[in-house]
């Protein structure tokens, strides 16, 4: 079995505990790989190295041109390695390879991207209403920043963080889900072949109440962007607010797609079964709530249980699968929990509604695309994140009621609207509460462009020019002339 040590300035090194843990494929339930288990004395290293070389190492006196060209080498690198890392992911996370290959064949633009921002980050000068003084401002780095990912997409969420972060001139410490740590590990690696300088980044595996919070509450970090659970995300926040750390939260997501009567139905209902079902519905933007529009519930239902009844289930490295297992024990045992409560709510199953047993899922955590209508919006169902392959189904009349039934959630995340009415849509994108709306299309993101949450769904915002500012403060000056 494969052994991953930690990685701290510029090399890998044991655990201070000398204890490793198992990172389990979810179509075996087997382990592949032992994975270091860092603690509170491994982050502390991490973060003085972190810290040592932002305030005097290689990497501050290198221009911010110097800092772009590095990102652009790392990226030339990881579209070379795109595959080798893609298998690596699928062993961990057990989603499709020829989706992870997709995913991460695009991860180097955002290392491109914001290699080529790093020498546009400028301050100003202030046209001052005061006689004797010249004013500016500077664009400064915040100094070490805490990255902690989850298992869903673990080096495409990494790069939403850690690209503007390193433009920025910030220096890291990251800490992957224990789920899913191969990868970061394999990617540090690749980021110091291409001449990124010691310390710049380092990685620290382990658990998030050990090496997680201690990461949270060092006082050597300025900045700590999180992405994951909700429940952690407010524990990681009270956290940082002892010492008025900054902080960036991408969280949980409850997303309305939303279909009208005058929507085009193939290209609506293929959104819907791929907005919760890809990715076996463990996104953050899941489409895990169909609101339809009365005239056409009955079709779009209809057309949705048919098409995913035909999901084939099985091997994620099989290219001709189309749902690949949960990703962890504990998730497994949540999603079916949540099918449970839908049953005893009064939802109507439509589809699924179980483990799978067919031959082809192995012994994986497998659960079958369940499906369930007749919900309304006071259900558990419909309120909380269930971050799996269950779909639930809302009834509306009105375009009023679809905007009531999609804003009376706790999140906002994402929206998908259907429609072929040109003032719907743009009535629609106005009134929808959520950090993304999609309108005849879902799920789709780029680094170009922001995302993050409204309301309990996050803080801050990723991708896009502005999230470089997530890692700057600004200077003023004042020259007495
Ligand atoms: P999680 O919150 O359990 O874990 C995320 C990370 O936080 C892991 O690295 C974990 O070790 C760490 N952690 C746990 N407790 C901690 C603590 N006390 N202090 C510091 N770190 C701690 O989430 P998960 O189960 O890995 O991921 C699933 C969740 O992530 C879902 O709720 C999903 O919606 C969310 N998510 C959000 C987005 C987004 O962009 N908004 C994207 C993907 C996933």
């Not at 930690?6 to 198992?22: A, H, I, K, M, T």
């Not at 080096?155 to 390193?166: E, G, H, I, T």
């Not at 589809?351 to 079958?368: I, M, S």
């Not at 998908?416 to 719907?424: A, E, L, M, Q």
Request: hydrophobic fraction near 40%; charge should be negative; include cysteine.
């Amino acid at each position: 079995m494969q052994r991953y040590f930690l990685f701290v300035d510029g090399e890998r090194r044991e655990p201070d505990s000398r204890q490793w843990f198992n990172s389990d494929n979810p179509f075996t339930r087997q382990p592949w790989a032992e994975i270091a288990r860092g603690n509170e004395v491994d982050a502390d290293l991490a973060v003085r190295a972190a810290h040592r070389t932002f305030v005097s190492g290689d990497w501050r006196e290198l221009s911010a041109s110097a800092r772009g060209q590095l990102l652009c080498r790392l990226a030339d690198r990881l579209a070379s390695d795109a595959a080798r890392l893609a298998e690596i992911e699928v062993r961990d996370n057990g989603k499709l390879y020829a989706e992870m290959v997709g995913q991460l064949s695009y991860l180097p633009q955002w290392y491109r991207y914001y290699g080529g921002l790093a020498d546009k980050i400028q301050g100003d000068v202030i046209p001052l209403d005061k006689k004797g003084y010249f004013t500016f401002t500077r664009r400064e780095p915040l100094g070490v920043v805490a990255i902690i990912t989850p298992w869903n997409s673990p080096l495409m969420l990494l790069a939403w963080k850690l690209a503007p972060a390193l433009a920025a001139g910030c220096t890291a410490v990251i800490k992957p889900s224990e789920f899913t740590s191969a990868s970061t590990l394999e990617f540090v690696e690749l980021l110091h072949e291409v001449g990124f300088p010691r310390g710049v980044v380092n990685v620290v595996t382990g658990f998030g109440n050990e090496v997680g919070s201690a990461l949270v509450s060092h006082p050597l970090v300025r900045k700590v962007t999180f992405t994951g659970a909700d429940s952690t995300g407010r524990r990681i926040n009270e956290q940082a607010a002892h010492d008025f750390k900054h902080v960036s939260l991408e969280l949980g997501g409850k997303s309305p797609n939303i279909v009208f009567d005058d929507a085009n139905l193939d290209d609506a209902v293929n959104g819907a079964v791929s907005g919760i079902f890809a990715a076996t519905g463990q996104t953050c933007i899941a489409g895990s709530r169909l609101l339809v529009q009365s005239k056409v519930h009955d079709e779009v239902v209809e057309r949705v249980v048919s098409l995913a009844r035909t999901a084939q289930m099985g091997d994620p490295m099989v290219a001709s699968t189309q749902v690949g297992p949960i990703t962890t024990g504990p998730q497994y045992d949540k999603v079916l929990h949540y099918i449970d409560v839908a049953r005893n709510e009064g939802a109507h199953l439509a589809l699924g509604g179980h483990a799978a047993t067919r031959a082809e899922c192995g012994d994986g955590w497998f659960v079958e695309p369940t499906i369930f209508t007749g919900v309304t919006n006071d259900m558990r169902i419909a309120q909380e994140e269930v971050f799996g392959p269950v779909l639930s189904v809302i009834r509306f009349d009105a375009e009023d009621e679809a905007v009531a039934i999609a804003n009376d959630v706790r999140f906002g995340l994402g929206a998908g609207v259907w429609t072929s009415d040109i003032g719907r849509a743009f009535r629609m994108s106005e009134r929808i509460e959520s950090g993304t709306v999609w309108v005849n299309t879902y799920r789709a993101v780029s680094y170009m462009s922001p995302f993050g949450g409204y309301k309990d769904s996050g803080l801050g915002r990723e991708n896009g020019i502005d999230a470089v500012n997530e890692y700057l403060q600004t200077k003023c000056v004042w020259i007495n002339t």
